[in-house]
């Protein structure tokens, strides 16, 4: 017998907050809520991945960085997804990004793509 798959946050922001990209990627629209992330800002990095640049039309796509500046914040959402939505997430930010767990000015805790390096 399979184990159930447990739901955890996910701060979604750039292109998985496009519809074709949560289809593509999930198997349906993702709902979730407004919150944001502070001590980051967004950054924007050449993506080498040419199946995210088809789906989204885009070779560039955002990625927040850390600064620890508290007057700086990403605007996003925070979803519930399935741990099997979460590794479709992984593949999906492969290349450059890494899953990474952050708080949100909400007070809750979410995983969230940022640089690797």
């Not at 017998?1 to 159930?4: I, K, L, R, S, V």
């Not at 789906?55 to 885009?58: E, R």
């Given at each position: 017998?399979?184990?159930?798959s447990t739901d955890v946050?996910?701060?979604i922001y750039g292109t998985l907050t496009l519809p074709v990209v949560q289809l593509e990627t999930f198997g349906r629209l993702l709902g979730g809520d407004d919150d944001a992330l502070?001590?980051?800002t967004v950054d924007y990095?050449?993506?080498d991945d040419p199946h995210a640049a088809d789906?989204?039309?885009?070779g560039v796509h955002a990625v927040v960085r850390h600064t620890g500046n508290p007057l700086d914040k990403v605007m996003g959402i925070v979803t519930?997804?399935?741990e099997d939505e979460l590794d479709a997430a992984d593949e999906y930010e492969i290349g450059a990004y890494r899953r990474t767990l952050v708080r949100l000015d909400s007070g809750a805790n979410a995983w969230t793509?940022?640089?690797r390096s």
């Open positions: 017998m399979a184990e159930a946050a996910l701060f502070s001590g980051y990095l050449d993506r789906l989204t039309g885009h519930i997804v399935t793509y940022a640089p």
